[in-house]
DNA sequence: GCAAAAGTGTTTTGTCTACACCCATGA
DNA sequence: TCATGGGTGTAGACAAAACACTTTTGC
């Protein structure tokens, strides 16, 4: 099938490690795993696999970060490539790196002691894998340009939350206290948000308004951008 | 050499493909080769080749890079992945694009010649070898976000220059006419060019001053970045 | 009635945009 | 002397930032 000239080519394993994003209301995490092969057994590792010969490699991410999380539909985007010659000792590995962001609820306990996966605050990584740190750690100032001009974000909230919520959110991926009124006063001018009847009681004797994403407005403003921050 | 479990997992052909920018004085260029070898011989195409066991994914790009133009130190960054599995009908490659930021004077007649290269201006070019055309769409989209906010562009120019090509590249990679005196004002308070006191007599019986940049201060404002537009 | 978080406007400051004329020179 | 591109400043519009008090309600 492959053209001769090909075949005498090198051939590499291709990966994808998956930056794994989500948010408990306070902080920013990732989702860790404990790498279940050589070389590095036992350590912490972002959640990877190899590309196959019959899957694109955007399929092979979503395998992958499905294979944790049993999620699909998930907001993922392409970090970039990692392809350092000597990067994993076992092997010749060019790995793509992903980020994907999600509701950290979606993620149950179970999950986490089937995998032996654990979220852990960005300031507080445990020794990670091969050259998983330094991903990371681009990951999250890709996150920050992201969230700055599209809605992405967003998705790391739960359906229904408030506007502190929203707000502690921006808070955390900038790691900056923020103004309440101006904060407001931004993401509702974006026409973004559909304000609910509901309150959420959770956390004070007032409560405070839920909000939901308008869809269709999302979906422009995804394309289009804006400026939150 | 290679660890028991990766041995049995698919190996593949990894390339990388670069898209190459340039700058006639008004229009943004890409230099395409004609392709030569199957599949898709005599086809215009991005300058590319395949990653080799014994280089990293950045060197194979900057050796395709010279291979083509005979350049060194020129500012190259990634892209992305482009890992369709039937992208390239001559068998499963992924290919990883970049795009570099050359002067197009140091690009001379005779490579031009020797390699079957040429200068396309974006919105004329030619029928391109499998996804190479959005490859550039997406290149000239991120060389658009880059020069929004990172001194980069510059480096499409001569290393000595007026403000008048500089705004002419601005207005280039922006397809927009901008105001002389706002431009004018903006670079200059950035504190990036130093003044000379030659002038560029080509185009007008006055002349224009000729700038340099200022090196130490492209690398702070290349990492802080900025706002031009 | 009080503690604790929610909700809400105005003023000030700074940035961005629009806009037009004189200058220097070679032909 | 005139045609051509080079060089320069200001006023108004708009957006961003700073800032503090009242409301609601469960205990």
Redesign the interface.
């Given at each position: 099938?492959?053209?001769e000239?090909?075949k005498k080519?090198?051939?590499?394993?291709?990966a994808v490690d998956c930056i794994i994003f989500g948010f408990d209301g306070n902080r920013i995490k990732a989702l860790l795993v404990k790498r279940n092969?050589?070389?590095g057994l036992g350590k912490w590792s972002l959640m990877g696999g190899?590309?196959?010969?019959?899957?694109?490699?955007?399929d092979?991410a979503t395998r992958v970060l499905n294979l944790l999380t049993g999620l699909t539909d998930v907001y993922m985007e392409?970090l970039?490539?990692f392809?350092?010659?000597n990067r994993d000792p076992?092997?010749?590995?060019?790995s793509?790196a992903w980020y994907a962001l999600i509701k950290i609820n979606d993620y149950s306990e179970a999950l986490m002691k089937e995998h032996q996966s654990k979220w852990f605050e960005l300031d507080h990584l445990p020794v990670l894998l091969f050259d998983h740190g330094e991903m990371i750690l681009q990951a999250k100032e890709r996150l920050r340009e992201k969230v700055s001009a599209h809605p992405a974000g967003f998705t790391l909230l739960p359906s229904k939350f408030t506007l502190q919520q929203l707000q502690g959110l921006y808070e955390a991926i900038y790691e900056k206290k923020m103004d309440k009124r101006n904060f407001t006063r931004r993401v509702l001018e974006l026409g973004l948000l559909k304000k609910l009847e509901e309150k959420e009681k959770g956390t004070s004797r007032k409560g405070a308004y839920l909000y939901v994403f308008d869809k269709n407005k999302y979906d422009k403003l995804s394309k289009k951008g804006f400026r939150i921050i």
């Open positions: 099938m492959a053209t000239q090909y080519e090198d051939h590499l394993l291709l092969l050589e070389p190899f590309v196959k010969k019959t899957e694109s490699v955007k092979a392409e970039g490539s392809g350092e010659v076992g092997g010749r590995v060019v793509i």
